[in-house]
């Protein structure tokens, strides 16, 4: 009996989730292409801001050591 329960626990998540996946709304093949071009700009710039902030810091920490 408790197998049974199982099962059909399962089955209706399943159905359920079927059911709002149904529901979503998918990205145009252009729209995930403008938000992958977004997040790889701002990748870069993020990452050039901190070789500068790394490469100053590295400096200023060397000139007061040194």
Known sequence: MGVQIVLG???????????????VTWPTRKDTYASTLVVIALVVVVAAFLWVVDTALSSAIRALLG
């Open 9 to 23: 626990k399962t089955t209706e998540f399943l159905t359920n989730v079927k059911g709002e996946l149904a529901k």
